[in-house]
């Protein structure tokens, strides 16, 4: 006998539609959430939702200009990669997510569209990251794809 926490095909239809969402803000460790979350999508048969927060980061530390020219490079690199999964599972339903500044404000706005969400080991917690979690119920499944010693 099992013991079962919710049922299977009660949990299936909460999350029904519901996406694996990971944020890419272009550091090596978004890479690796990024990689995780490809693969999560696949074994959940699941959409898979980019946020591509690497805005935020880029205007905080560099002139419009150059915020530009990070932008595009950090879009061309996504896309590449993306391109690489839809090669490998063309029946992937991706799709990126521009105009958020992080996971926890897309959550806020869009609590039920996550059924997971996908961080990297030096993701920064916060107040507010929780509380969205929290709000949405979504899973939480932190990587680490660089052993560390």
């Given at each position: 006998?099992?013991d079962t926490l919710i049922?299977?095909?009660?949990?299936?239809?909460?999350?029904?539609?519901?996406?694996?969402?990971?944020?890419?803000?272009?550091?090596?460790?978004?890479?690796?959430?990024?990689?995780?979350?490809?693969?999560?999508?696949?074994?959940?048969?699941?959409?898979?939702?980019?946020?591509?927060?690497?805005?935020?980061?880029?205007?905080?530390?560099?002139?419009?200009?150059?915020?530009?020219?990070?932008?595009?490079?950090?879009?061309?690199?996504?896309?590449?990669?993306?391109?690489?999964?839809?090669?490998?599972?063309?029946?992937?339903?991706?799709?990126?997510?521009?105009?958020?500044?992080?996971?926890?404000?897309?959550?806020?706005?869009?609590?039920?569209?996550?059924?997971?969400l996908v961080l990297d080991?030096?993701?920064?917690?916060?107040?507010?990251?929780?509380?969205?979690?929290?709000?949405?119920?979504?899973?939480?499944?932190?990587?680490?794809?660089?052993?560390?010693?």
């Amino acid at each position: 006998m099992t013991d079962t926490l919710i049922d299977p095909a009660a949990a299936s239809a909460l999350t029904a539609g519901a996406a694996v969402v990971v944020e890419a803000d272009g550091r090596t460790a978004s890479n690796d959430a990024l990689h995780t979350a490809i693969e999560e999508a696949l074994l959940r048969g699941a959409p898979l939702r980019v946020l591509t927060t690497w805005g935020a980061r880029h205007r905080e530390m560099y002139d419009a200009t150059a915020v530009a020219e990070r932008d595009r490079l950090s879009a061309a690199q996504l896309e590449r990669r993306l391109a690489r999964a839809l090669k490998r599972a063309p029946e992937l339903d991706v799709l990126s997510i521009d105009g958020y500044d992080s996971a926890a404000e897309y959550l806020t706005e869009h609590p039920e569209s996550a059924q997971v969400l996908v961080l990297d080991a030096d993701h920064p917690d916060s107040p507010g990251l929780q509380t969205a979690l929290e709000r949405s119920g979504c899973a939480v499944l932190t990587c680490d794809r660089r052993h560390r010693l």
